[in-house]
């Protein structure tokens, strides 16, 4: 069993002030069945014994933290040291997956500490690898990160996403958005600063690439930024970085906007202020000063201007309150190297069906097989059946063990209405429950019914048949509609 208590789940298992701006220590005590073992966001203190069979674990989380942290698992877990301060918990037959997938933890932390300006204070970082239904990638609770299991693919094509819960242990963990319309301040500044840490990374693997990785890193992050107002035409209030979610429950208002829009206005105040190496003195002093606090939007903005000064005069109102991807394109910007190979290969797709086309086109990089499925996802044209049979087999893209890049082909497919692809979508949305996979490959059924082109009733009956697989986040978002 787990626990997932972001954004106002809490109050589900805990009486408690159930609000981000509200911070305190805890301890926990847990009985549960031999063997079992649990494992809790805060330190272990004690396993006891008791006479019945059962076994009490003891937990103290010492740094305050939002309700929205608390956290427990509980299952056949067992503990692998994967570097000097980290460790992975999952079941196993899954362990030397596992270790070696994580394997990079260390080196990220390491990166982080130095971007951020200040040591990592939780103690050890451990990885809770949880099944494919949990509703997110990664979930940052203290001292113990809660992964999906989907990031292991064997060759660590997705641990993008522990840089960016390592980030969180001081951007949401230790300085803290106050309330949730604020969640950009958690996820926008998260990002920038997971891509800051890839940059870093790579350099020191391969001197004189950290700025391109970025770079496009930030280019993936725009087309996600795109698709996702794409998807969001009716409900554009969703697509402002601070918007009005009176009456509207955070977990319906979810979306990767505070992400990538957030990320974009600190690329874009980075190209303002002069490069990354001012932007980084800055995220040291603003650290420094709201470490342990929960903050908003006019608290960023004042220790922005109290470090730049006020004469760059950003339109904070536009950036903050405006719908759709933002003022500003940051493709004059960032390295385009890279992502004009993604661009000009979904090019040659979208204009020639293919031709030329080979499978060492996209042998490169995950990173790149993505953004260039995100160009052809973006274009929002619809591809011919004959072009998808030879895009599938060209790069086996239905095969990939990769599942961002298996996401988003089939999108392409239902977008496509190329319904040879059901089958697939239906494995798919059996085996994860990742919120921003599911809701956006049911929008697109439901997309297809509303338009004729499939049944309404096979929607429902792909629903009602995983409906029980998945968390309740997924099951209020689709239940109105699906059951
Ligand atoms: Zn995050």
């Known amino acids: 069993m787990y626990t997932q208590f972001q ?27 031999a063997p079992l073992v649990a494992a809790c966001s805060g330190a272990h203190v004690s396993t006891t014994p008791n006479d019945n069979g059962t076994i009490t674990y003891k937990f103290h989380q010492k740094m305050p933290i939002p309700s929205y942290l608390i956290a427990l698992g509980c299952g056949a877990l067992e503990r692998g040291q994967i570097g000097p301060r980290s460790a992975v918990w999952c079941e196993k ?40 239904s949990f509703p997110y990638g990664g979930m940052e609770n203290p001292s113990l990160t809660f992964v999906n299991s989907s990031l292991i693919t064997g060759n660590r094509e997705l641990t993008d996403v522990i840089a960016h819960e390592i980030t969180h242990s001081w951007s949401g963990n230790l300085v803290t958005n106050s309330s949730w319309p604020d969640f950009w301040l958690n996820e926008g500044f998260t990002m920038y600063i997971e891509r800051l840490i890839l940059r870093a990374v790579a350099e020191k693997k391969e001197p004189g690439t950290g700025d391109k990785t970025r770079d496009f890193a930030a280019c993936l992050g725009y087309g996600e930024l795109i698709s996702t107002v794409n998807s969001l035409k009716e409900q554009p209030e969703l697509t402002k970085l601070i918007p009005d979610m009176r009456g509207i429950d955070p977990d319906d ?43 908003d939007t006019a608290d960023m903005i004042k220790s922005f201007e109290d470090h730049f000064g006020k004469e760059l005069n950003i339109d904070w109102d536009t950036w903050l309150y405006g719908t759709g991807r933002g003022p500003w394109n940051p493709m004059e910007y960032l390295d385009q190297t890279w992502n004009k190979n993604a ?30 499925l995100d160009n052809i996802l973006n274009s929002e044209q619809k591809l011919s059946a004959e072009t998808l049979q030879k895009l599938n087999t060209t790069y086996q893209l239905s095969e990939s063990k990769n599942v961002e890049v298996l996401w988003r082909y089939l999108r392409i497919c239902l977008q496509s209405e190329y319904l040879e692809a059901l089958p697939d979508v239906e494995k798919f949305v059996s085996i994860h429950g990742r919120g921003v996979y599911v809701k956006s490959l049911y929008k697109h059924l439901i997309d297809l019914a509303e338009a004729g082109v499939l ?29």
């Open 455 to 483: 049944p309404k009733d096979k929607v429902k009956q792909i629903y009602q048949k995983n409906r029980l697989f998945y968390h309740s986040v997924i099951r209020n978002a689709f239940d109105s509609q699906l059951l």
């Open 343 to 372: 661009q000009s290969l979904a090019n040659k797709w979208l204009q020639q069906n293919g031709d030329g086309a080979s499978p060492n086109d996209i042998k490169w990089d995950a990173a790149l097989t993505m953004v260039f």
């Open 93 to 132: 037959e899954t362990m030397e997956a596992a270790k070696h997938e994580f394997a990079e933890t260390d080196d990220f932390m390491t990166a982080a500490e130095q971007i951020c300006g200040m040591d990592y204070l939780w103690g050890s970082y451990d990885l809770l690898v949880l099944p494919g």
């Open 253 to 295: 208002a979810f979306s990767r906007i505070p992400y990538e829009k957030g990320c974009l206005l600190l690329i874009y105040l980075e190209s303002r202020v002069g490069g990354i190496s001012k932007m980084i003195p800055w995220l040291h002093k603003y650290f420094a000063t709201f470490a342990r606090q929960s903050i």
């Open 7 to 33: 954004a106002i789940l809490a109050r589900s298992m805990i009486p408690c002030q159930d609000t981000p701006a509200v911070k305190a220590p805890y301890t926990m005590h847990v009985t549960c069945q």
